[in-house]
């Protein structure tokens, strides 16, 4: 691994960790995503905390995050599989944020950036994936899982050499919804519409 491809990870380690949804409710006077709502810091819980603007500005911040290093390391002349492991990184620094106690949300705007330098192909059938799956049943959790699931295949007829990074973006994030998963097969799970029940961690300060 060369020194390039180290500063490539490191940098999208740290662009990950810039928690979109903790700073966009701090300039909106938004209560903390963390502790409140659905306890996730990402779009889905700003949307049912203060509307949709706030939860726009989050998602493209987001998406950003995981785009902008990828398209560079991209044009940087990074292989396949080292852009794999930069999306990653961007990926845990959202889900494990250095400047914010590493306590992060579930990545899937980040990840979704970081596949868009694949092709309008792949990110228009994912969008259209999740759009669909939230229509039919509301869950933005269930949308989002089976739009990561079917990110591999859908790359591999795009662009076949992709088809490990995206796998392994999308293992993390399947790995990182696995409470959903729980609660979905329960039940329990919210709807996008839905205000988000306590947290554990909520419940433990009441």
Known sequence: MTALTLLMITSA?????VSS???VSKLFYLPNPRMHGSGNPGATNVLRLGGRLPAVLVLLFDILKGMIPVWLSYYLGLSPLMLGFVAIAACLGHIFPLFFSFQGGKAVATAFGAMLPIGTELAGALIACWGIVVFVTGYSSLAAILA??????????VKPEYTLPVCMLALLIILRHKDNIVRLVRGQENKIWEKGRATGFTQSKK
Do not use: D, N, Q, R
Request: proline letters at 6%; a neutral charge.
């Open 148 to 157: 990561v699931a079917l990110s591999p295949v859908i790359t591999y007829f």
């Open 21 to 23: 949804a903790m700073v």
């Open 13 to 17: 380690y740290l662009a990950g960790s």
